[in-house]
């Protein structure tokens, strides 16, 4: 299995799928909050998640939807878009408040990353507290060619979410004891990320504070919470998985 990474949605090259030089799988991360927030919904019992890069497409989907059983998540600049019901909190996603709901969410940065591989055949979402589920799925799924595409931040680098591809790189590596399903990095990006995970992976959580979008939101007001929740390595077993376009389910 090759593992590429791109640290945007605007760094995926533009391919038709596998056939072209794509991907049979990809994997999305935005650490800092998206795909975190993402894994503890459908933990905590979330019907589905129902991505959109654009608020305006978010709006129509979730008025199609009976409202006793919606939910519209949205932020903007690492807050909560007014008149929402969440944010982009994992702490927020409790099950009082989402089980058995349909959460329609919109980010800054990790939805425009799941739009970009959308037509993936197996599409998954990571973050560190579910990274091993996710290296494990990829491998049971004998994917050949994966792609881990980061969210960044407005187009630029992400250091949170290159540390977490290479948490993923590195349990897949781990995992795949077997000759014939030797785990390699495909690009230079995705061997720095291995690299950066390495060098972080027994202080995940002060990487996660000194990255630039960690500094962001910290100027926003009290994280600590958040910050424990996305930084903690291995504390889920569910994986997101995209069930029809732009649909995230448990898996």
């Known amino acids: 299995m090759q593992l590429f990474y791109f640290h945007t949605s605007e760094s995926v090259p533009a391919v038709e799928g596998p056939a072209d030089g794509g991907p049979d799988g990809a994997v999305v991360i935005d650490v800092l909050r998206a795909t975190t927030t993402i894994a ?9 998640i129902q991505a959109f890069a654009d608020l305006a497409e978010l709006e129509a989907a979730a008025a199609a939807w009976p409202a006793e059983q919606r939910l519209r998540a ?12 969440l944010g982009n909190s994992p702490l927020a996603v409790t099950p009082e408040v989402v089980s058995g709901k349909r959460i329609f969410m919109s980010t800054t940065n990790g939805t425009r990353s799941l739009a970009a591989v959308r037509e993936v055949p197996l599409l998954l979402t990571a973050c560190l507290p ?19 595409v980061g969210s960044g931040w407005e187009g630029d680098y992400s250091l949170e979410d290159s540390l977490a591809a290479g948490a ?9 004891v077997a000759p014939h399903r030797g785990v390699r990095c495909g690009n230079d990006e995705m061997l720095a990320a291995l690299a950066l995970w390495q060098q972080w992976r027994h202080d995940t959580e002060t990487c996660l504070r000194a990255a630039s979008h960690g ?16 930084a903690a390595v291995d504390s889920l077993a569910i994986v997101p998985l995209q069930a029809e376009p732009g649909v995230l389910r448990a898996s």
């Open 74 to 85: 949205g932020e903007r600049g690492g807050r909560r878009v007014e008149g929402y019901d």
């Open 40 to 48: 503890w919904s459908l933990q905590n019992g979330a019907e589905a």
């Open 130 to 148: 579910n990274r091993t589920a996710v290296a494990r799925r990829l491998i049971e799924r004998d994917c050949q060619r994966v792609w881990l």
């Open 168 to 176: 993923v790189a590195s349990a897949a590596m781990e995992l795949a």
């Open 215 to 230: 500094q962001r939101l910290l100027g926003l007001g009290n994280h600590d919470a958040d910050f424990a929740c996305c």
